[in-house]
């Protein structure tokens, strides 16, 4: 509850009258109605999320609830999330966002989705039928920076979108990987260490992170000598190897 102040003026005859006057004034407070279905547990779609990679799942996770609260000027909300095995449900405002989520996890994640509809009920008023859209959208077991083994060579994954791409950590060179054949994954980014250079002549060594032994490096040709005297490293089969 509040007042509202009036000021009024007005020149009769040549003379200016002023009149002040005082309106009490109660504010009620209203939300439009793309907001008000964010507090309820309206939804029109389910984006159901999976993967088995904890990380990987974390990461999705943190993405999808970022890219939603940019969408909830169009009316994108999510009023309900559950957890499942291997993965989480967000039930969504509005099905036609499920197509673009899914697109945005395919390209940044790697991840195979699809999108299909539900039979919900009929419109009372034309009865039609009514639909709900439900995306399934399934994560890789590996992110980018992740180790493979991909014809018998070290490569680092670098781009995990439509199509996989990778660096040979032997040399540098730049691959792209055809996930039919067998990829078998060595080292994730949560295993990397950042160790400390001992040696640069004749050859690469760091100061090994488990034995603090002063040890070879597997690929010497990458590193860049005098730049910075430490690096991120994974061991792979007791080897290390730069990152």
Known sequence: MGTVALRTETTIDEQKLIEEHEFPVKVKWIMCDKCTRAKTEYFEGILQLRGENK???EKAHEFVLQEITRANEKGVF???MEEVTNGIDYYVTKQQYLPIITNKLVEKFGATGKTHGELYTKNRQTSKDVYRVNASVRL????INTIVEYEK?????TSIGKQLQGINLKNGKRVTIDEKKH????ATPET???VQVTKEYPDVEILHPETYQ???VENPEIYQKGENKEVLV???DEKVWII
């Open 183 to 186: 990829m078998i994954i060595l």
């Open 192 to 194: 990397f260490k950042r």
């Open 153 to 157: 060579k070290c490569t680092k994954l």
């Open 140 to 143: 890789p077991s590996y992110e």
């Open 55 to 57: 990380q990987v799942l």
């Open 78 to 80: 999510v009023t309900k």
């Open 214 to 216: 002063s040890t070879k």
């Open 234 to 236: 994974a061991i792979i």
